[in-house]
């Protein structure tokens, strides 16, 4: 039976009132369609946002304490229906069953823990000055647009805080990943959320992402997707003088310099560049090694690259799935062929797909070495298993190269030296730097310099996005 995803407005599954072009579901891994996904109109954007607004008035009074045991009742009902939501991962974008297990739905439960530990210690409400009383409160109705491929990533890192600091809700995820949406807005009514605090509905970014951009009753638009759609959505809210947190693209240098242990540094460079099908948008798909190691490195990359096993998103253990969609497919054939075109050394893969797979939307995991900086493989994100390595000479050339970009998400440092390690990551204009692989938690700010995004989610930090802070000043001396 196909499945039929529809909106969730005001506490009821509806229907749009202003039907769109109905999107097929596809499942990446054999193209056939699983579902469809009833898209809407504008008017359905604004029955969300109307349902938002009504809400805001009662739940922004709620209490803290009152709000912590919704999240905490919501987290349980995920933690319950965990299996169903990474299930749900895997059909939608094609994510390896233990990828979409352990790591994509176990972010569901990841930041809502986060969240909850962030408000023990956050001063909601402090002095300011000697006459100013400085109060948390939350920003109003928001508007969270998400991209379908760490989704639930992506929802719950915007979602948590959000709810947590009173402010009701429009998501809009991507029509890419419509399943994981669906159970999060099941498991919230199953928690118990009022009637309009969250509301969710289906549709593509031009029309219903623009229209929440642009409504001049949401307050906030967090954003997470390309840099392109991420200024049109900037440009959108403008007019409201709106916040807007931007989420954006990334295209990571991973520096290896000569002193590190080579081959776990390359093995772990290829497999983090590959990982979810190379579709993260902090992947480290730049690799930049030290000359006196580079030919020994170029030779570790093809062994392991070529070790890495593309299989169906059922089968266990390490191994990448498909790319999501075709859309993704066809972009990331184009760009293996602008590397072959550019000059650069193809090591492993190319175009095509891999030997016995006809159907879905598999690629061949691929590496380049012999980049240049200029080339557009390199400055562009590709957002597909490509690996680009190259060369360099000295400590302060790589940091130029890993600088050279219009985007600054995150970067990676590999050498012995800790001092050289700290040296570096303070030079780089990222918003993350992983020293020798050490990765990130849930505590700690992600988000990007430059054209990769404006905002810091995750933890603490998250819940800044969802405040206004007001100062109240009176006499204090009495
Ligand atoms: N920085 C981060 O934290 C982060 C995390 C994950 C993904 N990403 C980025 O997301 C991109 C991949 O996701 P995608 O293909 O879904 O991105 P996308 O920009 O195509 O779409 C993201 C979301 O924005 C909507 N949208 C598109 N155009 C819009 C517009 N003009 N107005 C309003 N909404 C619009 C889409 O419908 C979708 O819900 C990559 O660039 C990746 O790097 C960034």
């Given at each position: 039976?196909?499945?039929?995803?529809?909106?969730?407005?005001?506490?009821?599954?509806?229907?749009?009132?202003?039907?769109?072009?109905?999107?097929?579901?596809?499942?990446?891994?054999?193209?056939?369609?699983?579902?469809?996904?009833?898209?809407?109109?504008?008017?359905?954007?604004?029955?969300?946002?109307?349902?938002?607004?009504?809400?805001?008035?009662?739940?922004?009074?709620?209490?803290?304490?009152?709000?912590?045991?919704?999240?905490?009742?919501?987290?349980?009902?995920?933690?319950?229906?965990?299996?169903?939501?990474?299930?749900?991962?895997?059909?939608?974008?094609?994510?390896?069953?233990?990828?979409?297990?352990?790591?994509?739905?176990?972010?569901?439960?990841?930041?809502?823990?986060?969240?909850?530990?962030?408000?023990?210690?956050?001063?909601?409400?402090?002095?300011?000055?000697?006459?100013?009383?400085?109060?948390?409160?939350?920003?109003?109705?928001?508007?969270?647009?998400?991209?379908?491929?760490?989704?639930?990533?992506?929802?719950?890192?915007?979602?948590?805080?959000?709810?947590?600091?009173?402010?009701?809700?429009?998501?809009?995820?991507?029509?890419?990943?419509?399943?994981?949406?669906?159970?999060?807005?099941?498991?919230?009514?199953?928690?118990?959320?009022?009637?309009?605090?969250?509301?969710?509905?289906?549709?593509?970014?031009?029309?219903?992402?623009?229209?929440?951009?642009?409504?001049?009753?949401?307050?906030?638009?967090?954003?997470?997707?390309?840099?392109?759609?991420?200024?049109?959505?900037?440009?959108?809210?403008?007019?409201?003088?709106?916040?807007?947190?931007?989420?954006?693209?990334?295209?990571?240098?991973?520096?290896?310099?000569?002193?590190?242990?080579?081959?776990?540094?390359?093995?772990?460079?290829?497999?983090?560049?590959?990982?979810?099908?190379?579709?993260?948008?902090?992947?480290?798909?730049?690799?930049?090694?030290?000359?006196?190691?580079?030919?020994?490195?170029?030779?570790?990359?093809?062994?392991?690259?070529?070790?890495?096993?593309?299989?169906?998103?059922?089968?266990?253990?390490?191994?990448?799935?498909?790319?999501?969609?075709?859309?993704?497919?066809?972009?990331?054939?184009?760009?293996?062929?602008?590397?072959?075109?550019?000059?650069?050394?193809?090591?492993?893969?190319?175009?095509?797909?891999?030997?016995?797979?006809?159907?879905?939307?598999?690629?061949?995991?691929?590496?380049?070495?012999?980049?240049?900086?200029?080339?557009?493989?390199?400055?562009?994100?590709?957002?597909?298993?490509?690996?680009?390595?190259?060369?360099?000479?000295?400590?302060?050339?790589?940091?130029?190269?890993?600088?050279?970009?219009?985007?600054?998400?995150?970067?990676?440092?590999?050498?012995?030296?800790?001092?050289?390690?700290?040296?570096?990551?303070?030079?780089?204009?990222?918003?993350?730097?992983?020293?020798?692989?050490?990765?990130?938690?849930?505590?700690?700010?992600?988000?990007?310099?430059?054209?990769?995004?404006?905002?810091?989610?995750?933890?603490?930090?998250?819940?800044?996005d969802y405040i206004e802070f007001k100062c109240i000043n009176s006499d204090h001396s009495q």
């Amino acid at each position: 039976m196909l499945i039929s995803c529809n909106f969730y407005i005001d506490g009821q599954w509806i229907d749009p009132v202003e039907p769109g072009p109905v999107h097929a579901i596809v499942n990446p891994a054999d193209e056939k369609i699983i579902g469809t996904v009833l898209m809407g109109g504008k008017n359905d954007a604004h029955a969300a946002v109307d349902a938002a607004r009504r809400a805001f008035d009662g739940y922004s009074q709620t209490s803290l304490a009152e709000r912590r045991a919704l999240l905490a009742r919501l987290q349980a009902v995920f933690e319950r229906r965990y299996t169903e939501m990474a299930q749900a991962i895997s059909t939608e974008m094609g994510a390896p069953c233990d990828l979409a297990y352990d790591s994509q739905a176990e972010c569901g439960p990841g930041h809502i823990k986060a969240a909850l530990a962030a408000a023990e210690s956050f001063a909601f409400e402090s002095r300011s000055g000697p006459n100013g009383d400085l109060v948390c409160e939350p920003i109003g109705v928001c508007a969270l647009i998400t991209p379908w491929n760490w989704p639930i990533n992506q929802i719950m890192s915007k979602l948590a805080p959000a709810l947590l600091t009173g402010c009701t809700v429009v998501l809009k995820p991507s029509e890419f990943a419509p399943l994981s949406a669906r159970l999060v807005a099941e498991f919230v009514h199953e928690a118990g959320y009022p009637s309009g605090v969250f509301n969710m509905l289906y549709g593509d970014g031009p029309v219903v992402g623009n229209e929440l951009a642009e409504h001049p009753l949401v307050d906030m638009v967090s954003f997470t997707g390309s840099t392109a759609a991420g200024i049109s959505v900037a440009k959108a809210a403008a007019g409201t003088v709106k916040r807007v947190v931007q989420e954006l693209g990334g295209k990571s240098a991973n520096i290896v310099f000569a002193d590190t242990d080579l081959a776990s540094t390359i093995r772990r460079g290829v497999r983090q560049a590959f990982n979810n099908t190379g579709q993260s948008c902090n992947a480290p798909t730049r690799m930049l090694v030290e000359r006196p190691v580079y030919e020994q490195a170029i030779a570790l990359a093809a062994e392991y690259g070529a070790q890495v096993q593309v299989a169906h998103p059922s089968q266990r253990g390490d191994v990448i799935g498909p790319l999501a969609m075709k859309r993704q497919f066809d972009t990331v054939q184009r760009y293996i062929g602008l590397g072959i075109q550019s000059g650069a050394r193809l090591l492993i893969g190319g175009e095509g797909k891999p030997e016995g797979f006809s159907a879905g939307y598999f690629v061949r995991p691929t590496i380049f070495a012999d980049v240049t900086n200029d080339m557009v493989i390199a400055r562009e994100e590709i957002f597909g298993p490509v690996l680009c390595m190259m060369v360099f000479d000295t400590e302060e050339v790589a940091i130029r190269i890993a600088n050279d970009s219009p985007f600054g998400l995150a970067a990676y440092v590999n050498t012995s030296d800790p001092v050289r390690a700290q040296r570096v990551a303070r030079r780089l204009r990222a918003g993350t730097v992983s020293v020798n692989g050490v990765g990130q938690d849930y505590a700690s700010p992600f988000g990007g310099f430059k054209q990769s995004g404006n905002g810091r989610e995750w933890g603490r930090f998250g819940l800044h996005d969802y405040i206004e802070f007001k100062c109240i000043n009176s006499d204090h001396s009495q």
